[in-house]
């Protein structure tokens, strides 16, 4: 099984700041990975599928970086709904397996 | 509109049996892939099981926490994508998530693409023994 990793646990970032939230895969994965958005009460929904394509009706200030086993979600100039826990998967091998998620909060 | 409804959740004594349904509407199910996720209290998610979709033999995945107990089947008569968990365990307790493979479409041909574009809102089980 390919383990996912991401750092760092919790990122705090004042509103209007960057956000850089890191991905890392146990082992090489290609360009197979997607992140989602997960807020409380709510189910994750894709922001990025294949490293770095904005899924739809995802905002523009939302990129996806990297390849093989290092990956970066940006998210810049934050906004107040974009406070959330962020999860990467990968779906290069089965089973597809997530990372433990970054918390995005106010600083 | 796109969407996944999950239904059937609630409590369930560990041992017994529990049959999760995912109705779709919005699309052509029958094209799709699909999966369940699920998200124990407080913590991460996990992908538990996937079906394809018929052009690609309707065939399974299951996680290996759940393999042996876990059955993924569907419905493309009713658009619907049923979770069977037998011999249920109290960490079986989770948010349970039906969510659909995102797919590549080019000319007349869309590839399966193993991310997941659509989530349902989720249904929870809670097992006590």
């Known amino acids: 099984e390919i383990v996912m990793t991401q750092s760092p646990v919790t990122l705090s970032v004042s509103p209007g700041e960057r956000a850089t939230l890191s991905c890392r895969a146990s082992?090489?994965?290609?360009?197979?990975l997607a992140w989602y958005q997960q807020k409380p009460g709510q189910a994750p929904r894709l922001l990025i599928y294949?490293?770095?394509t904005r899924a739809t009706a995802v905002p523009a200030r939302f990129s996806g970086s990297g390849s093989g086993t290092e990956f970066t979600l940006t998210i810049s100039g934050l906004q107040s709904e974009d406070f959330a826990v962020y999860y990467c998967?990968?779906?290069?091998?089965?089973?597809?397996?997530f990372g433990p998620g970054t918390t995005v909060d106010v600083k | 509109e796109v969407q996944l409804v999950e239904s059937g959740g609630g409590m369930a004594q560990a041992g017994r049996s529990l049959r999760l349904s995912c109705t779709a509407s919005?699309?052509?199910?029958?094209?799709?892939?699909m999966s369940w996720v699920r998200q124990a209290p407080g913590q991460g998610l996990e992908w538990v099981g996937f079906?394809?979709?018929?052009?690609?033999?309707?065939?399974?995945e299951y996680a290996a926490s759940v393999k042996g107990r876990l059955i993924i089947s569907r419905d493309d008569s009713k658009d619907i994508a049923y979770l069977q968990l037998n011999s249920l365990k109290i960490e079986d307790t989770a948010v349970y998530y039906c969510?659909?493979?995102?797919?590549?479409?080019?000319?007349?041909?869309?590839?399966?693409?193993?991310?997941?574009?659509?989530w349902g809102k989720g249904t929870t089980v809670t097992v006590s023994s």
């Open positions: 969510t659909r493979e995102g797919q590549y479409c080019g000319g007349d041909r869309c590839v399966p693409q193993g991310h997941m574009d659509v």
């Open positions: 919005g699309f052509s199910f029958g094209d799709f892939g």
């Open positions: 079906i394809r979709n018929k052009a690609y033999g309707g065939t399974t």
């Open positions: 082992q090489r994965i290609s360009n197979d």
């Open positions: 294949d490293a770095s």
């Open positions: 998967h990968q779906y290069y091998k089965w089973p597809g397996t």
